[in-house]
């Protein structure tokens, strides 16, 4: 009886090893452990590391260097950076892939390529473009001066160049997805007598909520830790125009360590954070795919 059950369980781990695997277990086993040596030394070591020196000298010095009225700036205008811009990439990566997946019109490629561009550009580029936009000789600066409108080393510069760099995270996220979907649903509810925006918020909208939600959480993490686009910009003004990003490598050329890696691990939190939060949507979109199918 024994025999025979091993035997069973044998077959069941047989069934359960896809066919075109023909490597040993050990080979398995080898990999993993590679993929968790690299991930270690890369990923896990170096986070650590980062709590370890933020509160190498203590709870104190670690909440001093957090509650810095400096430090505080940056937290602060990192977040209102951040929740301009996603906003922004919200309503275009909505409306381009909208416009791509759902209308036929000369330009489209065209149109995927750009959305493409921030992909290939280095982001210290991005924001010296801006520069020669709108700076104190750009091609509009000379008028901005004359109506006193401050874009370069200001809140506006820093978004626009948040903005450059991550819109296209949630065009991309919508873009494969809302082309499988195709256009069935809506040409039924089209017919059925729906119009315009029910149609959007009654069955697109619900098709796309996820990979919609994805876009967003990817968006706001590229806009907290933005760096190269926003130094150009910012004119590194302390207690002004430094976001986190900025904040930590001035305090860490002061030779501030204890400061430095206190924001960092800040920093670190907001990205855990959103980790956390986009596990979670994945895991809900999982599950209720299964349950449509067990359906």
């Known amino acids: 009886m024994a025999g025979y059950v091993a035997t069973v369980k044998a077959g069941s781990r047989a069934l359960d090893r896809p066919k075109h695997i023909t490597e040993p277990t050990v080979v398995k086993w080898i ?45 602060r205008l990192t977040l209102l950076t951040a929740a301009i811009a996603v906003p922004l990439n919200l ?41 020669l936009l709108f700076g104190a000789k750009g091609w509009f600066g ?40 195709g256009v069935q649903e809506e040409e039924a509810a089209v017919t059925l007598g729906a119009r315009g925006w029910r149609i959007f918020w009654k069955v697109t909208l619900p098709n796309i909520k996820w990979g919609l939600l994805y876009g967003i959480i990817l968006c706001n993490a590229r806009a907290m830790g933005e760096f ?14 430094n976001t986190m990003p900025l904040h930590i490598q001035i305090l860490y050329n002061e030779y501030n360590f204890a400061g430095s890696f206190a924001m960092a691990s800040l920093l670190v939190l907001l990205a855990v954070v959103t980790l956390i939060v986009k596990s979670f949507i994945e895991w809900k979109h999982d599950r209720q795919q299964h349950q449509r199918e067990g359906e």
């Open 31 to 75: 990999l993993i452990g590679i993929a968790l040596l690299f991930l270690g030394f890369l990923l896990v070591l170096p986070l650590v590391s980062v709590f370890v020196e933020a509160f190498r000298k203590g709870t104190e010095v670690y909440f001093k260097a957090l509650t810095d009225p400096d430090a505080a700036s940056a937290i």
């Open 228 to 241: 190269g686009a926003v130094s150009v910009v910012s004119g590194h003004i302390r207690g002004s125009t």
């Open 91 to 131: 309503l275009f990566g909505l409306s381009a892939a909208w416009a791509i997946t759902k209308f036929k019109f000369k330009g489209k490629n065209v149109l995927i390529t750009l959305i493409d561009l921030p992909f290939a550009v280095s982001p210290v580029i991005s924001g010296l473009i801006y520069v």
């Open 142 to 181: 000379p008028w901005l001066a004359e109506h006193d409108i401050k874009i370069i080393f200001a809140l506006p510069g820093i978004v626009l160049a948040t903005v450059f760099v991550t819109f296209p995270f949630v065009a991309r996220e919508l873009l494969p997805l809302m082309q499988a979907q």
